[in-house]
């Protein structure tokens, strides 16, 4: 059992911010037509730096792809605007018929916007091919406790689960991996192309694509076939244009030619705007995390390094532990809109600890140089080690240059590191991480759902989309057991064994946390009700 999702809310209210979300007041947006929509005050246009990596839910896991998908994609279960709980969707009703069978009930007479029939086949077959393609940027990790699908009859689904009393299990299907596809259009075995996917217009969400100029812009226009739980659009017609500079982003919601600029702003820009009488801060609940993973072949040290070592390379992550400031970055880089990140499972959930503010540095906290020579020299390894370092300058906002450039001064501060820092940007990044070139890296995490499993499971299971190579059976085990353990004191035991245990090996290091914001104009309603507890922004909610 978790803790309600009131408690849950409170708490990550309380942190920093991250996820940026704004919007202007100043007349008419730039990209929208100029009659009015027909379900309520005009086009809207939202202005964004997240890319899309893939239209395709078995080809990408990202915030950028995500967002456009819980437009146009039906899902089984869903969250409304305000709420963390799932819900049936496209389906009537869903629920466990035993422990390791979830049943659901479709609604009749669904269908897609190219009038293909929506029904069980295409549940069965969206779950089954995420399985089987398997790819390294999608969320089939999310998918690791599902055997199999079943589909009786056009209107049941019967999911047959590996592990019986899944806590989870609702809320992965409400994820990235939940998306519906039409199996008329899609390919089993392999990724569709956006474009493909655009032209056989198969959509059946509370939105359609009409215009679609990747990573440009996308034109949705409200689907009047839409049967799903968050009911009618607000907005008929609504137009994503994308940014590759934050202060152009900036600019335009400024000067009123966009009404909703959603990720990612400075917190320079952030504080500034906050300051303009034409917008108004709302904040809102979040999760997100900011982490450095380390590959376990490509490291220092790694197992396939001519050097392999692992009791040195486990020495290289503890050194870098106990040297990272995270109050530091926090503050003199974002300006207090995170906070410091000790642990696995992000604060305010259930079960979150803090073993590595004890485990690392000064105990408290704070960094020690000393601790991480003591701890380089016990392993036999000379200073100062050349380590690379690769970060993205775009996917998780324009500040990463400045927060890995601080971790390089960190690093190289104590004249224990020499760091060869290095950016990409997301396009290549999001493959390149999961082919082993780079050694070490930045990533950030948006969670799925909320609860704490969508802060291990993906990370360190088997079936781990971060590709990393690391493989510990003990903590997978407890992961096992805690995501199907109904009794809530005895899961955040194992909640706490498991962040204790991943602390020890350190696949990744953890820096940051940040919740949500948005700043809003008068004349745009809705944009805090996409600022939920199932971190889903959904331009559905949104009028002016």
């Known amino acids: 059992m978790r803790k309600t999702t009131t408690a849950v809310r409170s708490a990550i209210a309380l942190l920093g911010i991250s996820a940026l979300a704004l919007t202007g007041c100043t007349g008419p947006s730039g990209g929208g037509s100029a009659q009015s929509a027909s379900s309520g005050g005009g086009p809207v246009t939202v202005g964004t730096t997240d890319k899309v990596t893939f239209l395709d839910p078995a080809g990408s896991y990202d915030n950028g792809s995500f967002m456009v998908m819980n437009q146009i994609y039906p899902f089984v279960m869903n969250s409304k605007p305000g709420s963390a709980d799932p819900q049936p969707d496209i389906a009537t009703s869903a629920s ?37 393609i ?16 079943d589909a009786p009859d056009p209107t049941t689904v019967v999911f047959h689960l590996k592990k019986g009393n899944d806590q989870t299990f609702p809320q992965v299907l409400s994820s990235p991996a939940g998306p519906i596809v039409d199996h008329n259009v899609f390919p089993a ?26 990573n440009q812009l996308v ?47 400075t917190a320079t820009d952030v504080d500034s705007l906050a300051k303009d009488s034409k917008v108004k801060v709302l904040k809102g609940p979040g999760g997100e995390i900011r982490y450095i993973v380390f590959n376990f072949d490509t490291m220092p040290y790694g ?14 992550r503890q050194a870098m532990a106990d040297l990272v400031d995270r109050d530091a970055i926090a503050q003199q880089v974002y300006k207090g809109t995170y906070t410091a990140l000790y642990s696995y499972v992000a604060s305010g959930f259930p079960g979150a600890s803090t073993p590595l503010k004890s485990m690392y540095g000064d105990g408290n906290g704070k960094p020690s140089a000393d601790k991480a020579k003591q701890v380089l020299s016990a392993a036999g390894i000379q200073t100062p080690l050349a380590i690379n370092l690769q970060y993205n300058p775009d996917h998780y906002g324009p500040s990463s240059g400045d927060e890995y450039a601080m971790v390089k001064q960190q690093l190289e501060a104590s004249g224990l590191f020499k760091v060869n820092l290095q950016s990409t940007e997301w396009v290549t990044y999001s493959k390149d991480r999961t082919k082993d070139v780079y050694p070490m890296y930045q990533l950030g995490w948006f969670p799925d759902f909320s609860d704490p499993d969508n802060y291990l ?5 088997a079936n781990t989309f971060l590709k990393n190579h690391y493989d510990n059976p003990t903590v997978a085990d407890l992961i096992a057991k805690e995501a199907t353990n109904p009794d809530k004191s005895s899961r955040e035991q194992q909640l706490g064994q498991i962040q204790d245990a991943v602390a020890k090996d350190l ?15 008068t004349s745009v309603k809705g944009v805090e009700t996409t600022l939920d507890p199932s971190f889903k922004f959904r331009l559905g909610v949104i009028s002016k």
């Open 134 to 149: 398997n790819d390294p940027n999608g969320p089939a990790s999310l998918l690791d406790n599902l055997a199999s699908v």
């Open 189 to 214: 075995d392999k990724v569709m192309n956006d474009d493909d996917i655009v032209s056989k217009k198969a959509f059946a969400g509370p939105y359609s694509i009409t215009t679609y100029q990747k």
């Open 219 to 265: 034109s949705f226009k409200a689907n009047p076939d839409y049967q799903g739980l968050l009911g009618k659009p607000a907005t008929d017609t609504v137009n994503l244009k994308y940014y590759a500079n934050s202060n152009n982003l900036k600019l335009d919601v400024q000067q009123g030619n966009i009404d909703v600029a959603w990720r990612s702003l």
């Open 507 to 521: 696949p990744t290091l953890p820096l940051l946390q940040g919740a949500q914001i948005a700043v809003a104009g």
């Open 303 to 316: 197992a396939k390094t001519p050097n392999a070592d692992p009791a040195k390379a486990l020495a290289v």
């Open 96 to 132: 466990f018929s035993s422990p390791t069978d979830y049943t659901v009930k479709l609604k009749s007479g669904l269908k897609w916007a190219n009038g293909d029939a929506l029904d069980s086949t295409d549940v069965k077959f969206s779950f089954d091919r995420q399985l089987k």
């Open 457 to 461: 499971t993906p990370f360190f299971t």
